[in-house]
């Protein structure tokens, strides 16, 4: 796979994409907007996996950044072979009467940009004949909950229809759907996680294992471990009504931590 490129490396999933990929003698192009995270992270996987680490800070709700990730993607004099687009974010308020410059950016960030650098490594690759490309869903795209689930639907599809496009090419196109994850995607979405089940619960680094030992096989949907690959098939075959029952599951959750979210600074004041 040579040269990875990984969006959101400097936290969570994707700093976990970014060592285990280190480890395993790629050299990494690192992109997210913490510069300084970035710079010590290229450090320590330099020092301890003996790749080359590049820092390429990037906002990727701004189309000019954008456009600078697309360009090194398209880059033929130093070839990257597999992009991750990782960085997402959680947004904790409802679509009616939320904040709609908010929504724009995740759309921003989680489908244009995905779409915009796929674009770009995929014609890359193509003229290679070979390469890969891996998508971060979620298992959010098989309920009905929000933006969130739509935008990880609209990834999860496109994705999909990435990979028939680029049959016979050398370059396969992955979608990895986690569950519930330890990352610090709850705490910076200042989501309260206290009313989610234990069980729920999966860590970053068998998350990324699974994603991508499916990227080496050329799978196309990536479901890490076995409780949600049992729940993505239930969800599946399931009725539009009970999985409409399933978002408003999820709802109820994010309703509770906005509730105590509130409480508590009410009581604060
Ligand atoms: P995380 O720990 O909060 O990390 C998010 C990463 O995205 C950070 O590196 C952050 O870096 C980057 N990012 C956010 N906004 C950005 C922007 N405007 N421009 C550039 N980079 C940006 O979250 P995570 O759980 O690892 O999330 C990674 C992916 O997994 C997301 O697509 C998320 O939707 C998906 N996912 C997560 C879970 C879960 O439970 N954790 C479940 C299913 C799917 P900077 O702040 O430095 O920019």
């Given amino acids: 796979m040579g040269t990875a490129l990984v969006t959101g490396a400097s936290a969570g999933l994707g700093l976990e994409f970014a060592w285990q990929l280190a480890t395993a003698r790629h050299d990494v192009v690192l992109v997210a907007r913490d510069e300084e995270r970035l710079t010590r992270l290229k450090g320590q996987l330099e020092a301890a996996a003996g790749v080359h680490a590049e820092v390429l800070p990037a906002d990727l709700t ?23 687009n990782n960085a997402g974010l959680g947004l904790n308020q409802r679509f009616v009467g939320g904040d709609v410059d908010a929504e724009d950016r995740a759309l921003e960030l ?55 496009e680029l049959k016979g090419t050398g370059v396969t196109a992955t979608v990895v759907a986690p569950g519930y994850t330890h990352t610090e995607f709850h705490a910076r979405g200042r989501i309260d ?17 699974a994603a991508l030992a499916d990227v080496r ?14 729940v993505s098939a239930l969800l599946r075959v399931a009725p539009r009504p009970a999985v409409r029952a399933f978002g ?14 509130r409480d508590r600074d009410a009581a604060r004041d």
Wanted: hydrophobic share 45%; charged share 25%; net charge positive.
């Fill in 62 to 84: 701004d189309r000019a950044d954008v456009e600078r990730v697309a360009q090194r993607l398209r880059s033929d004099e130093r070839p990257v072979g597999l992009l991750v």
């Fill in 110 to 164: 989680m489908v244009r940009t995905v779409m915009v650098l796929s674009h770009a490594a995929a014609d890359a690759m193509v003229r290679r004949g070979r390469g890969a490309i891996l998508n971060v869903g979620s298992v959010a795209a098989l309920i009905a909950s929000g933006t969130y689930s739509a935008h990880k639907a609209w990834v999860r599809t496109f994705t999909e229809g990435l990979a028939v």
């Fill in 193 to 209: 996680t206290t009313h989610y089940p234990t069980a729920a619960w999966l860590d970053a680094e068998d998350v990324v294992a």
């Fill in 217 to 230: 096989r050329g799978v196309v949907l990536s479901t890490p471990s076995l409780r949600y690959k049992a």
């Fill in 248 to 261: 408003s599951y999820r709802r109820a959750l994010l309703d509770a931590g906005i509730e105590a979210e």
